[in-house]
T-cell receptor, first 111, second 113 residues
Framework: SQQGEEDPQALSIQEGENATMNCSYK?????LQWYRQNSGRGLVHLILIRSNEREKHSGRLRVTLDTSKKSSSLLITASRAADTASYFCATDKAAGNKLTFGGGTRVLVKP | DAGVTQSPTHLIKTRGQQVTLRCSPK?????VSWYQQALGQGPQFIFQYYEEEERQRGNFPDRFSGHQFPNYSSELNVNALLLGDSALYLC????????????FGQGTRLTVV
């Protein structure tokens, strides 16, 4: 079973626009990580946010975490065609523990 | 610095056969986890190896087994393959017990016919 659910399942935007996707989870967590996957290939790690953090930035990425609502969001600013991919959130309950993934958001950035 | 490497990249097997997939973790990492990703879904945790022992296991049958070697590399074995075992198999490495990122390999695409 999957811990998280991403919303929306699919997103289509124009190059230069911002893309926002959300992740909800069911149980308490230790960390939440976001990954990108291109065309069914390996997962690329984007960002890790700890349960005691509320916001984190990395380049054009902004991640927020609301543990009271058990949800996280990933914002990609000024999107590029190369951002076209599936994005997954993954949670763990303890350090070094297994990751539980959501079903992903498929993002299409049109040039 | 080499990342996580998996072999082979693609594999086609017949129902009932056995398969072995291999993973070398990122340099400095001592923990290897295996995931199965069916088409259009998120990865599902199979098991995790640390110090050459299975430390955690997901909801997968005993047909799925693994091994970790002293150099931290790992193998995933699947016996008596079923059509439903067709998936992308992903290996992730991390530093055991620490709040660090898990890094994934490119995966092995297994097709069972």
């Amino acid at each position: 079973s999957q811990q998280g659910e991403e919303d929306p399942q699919a997103l289509s935007i124009q190059e230069g626009e911002n893309a926002t996707m959300n992740c909800s989870y069911k149980t308490s967590i230790n960390n939440l990580q976001w990954y990108r996957q291109n065309s069914g290939r390996g997962l690329v790690h984007l960002i890790l946010i700890r349960s005691n953090e509320r916001e984190k930035h990395s380049g054009r990425l902004r991640v927020t975490l609301d543990t009271s609502k058990k949800s996280s969001s990933l914002l990609i600013t000024a999107s590029r065609a190369a951002d076209t991919a599936s994005y997954f959130c993954a949670t763990d309950k303890a350090a070094g523990n297994k990751l539980t993934f959501g079903g992903g958001t498929r993002v299409l950035v049109k040039p | 610095d080499a990342g996580v490497t998996q072999s082979p990249t693609h594999l086609i097997k017949t129902r009932g056969q056995q398969v072995t997939l291999r993973c070398s973790p990122k340099s400095g990492h001592d923990t290897v986890s295996w995931y199965q990703q069916a088409l259009g879904q998120g990865p599902q945790f199979i098991f995790q190896y640390y110090e050459e022992e299975e430390r955690q296991r997901g909801n997968f049958p005993d047909r799925f087994s693994g091994h970790q070697f002293p150099n931290y590399s790992s193998e995933l074995n699947v016996n008596a393959l079923l059509l439903g075992d067709s998936a992308l198999y992903l290996c992730a490495s991390s530093l055991g017990g620490l709040n660090t990122e898990a890094f994934f390999g490119q995966g092995t695409r297994l097709t069972v016919v």
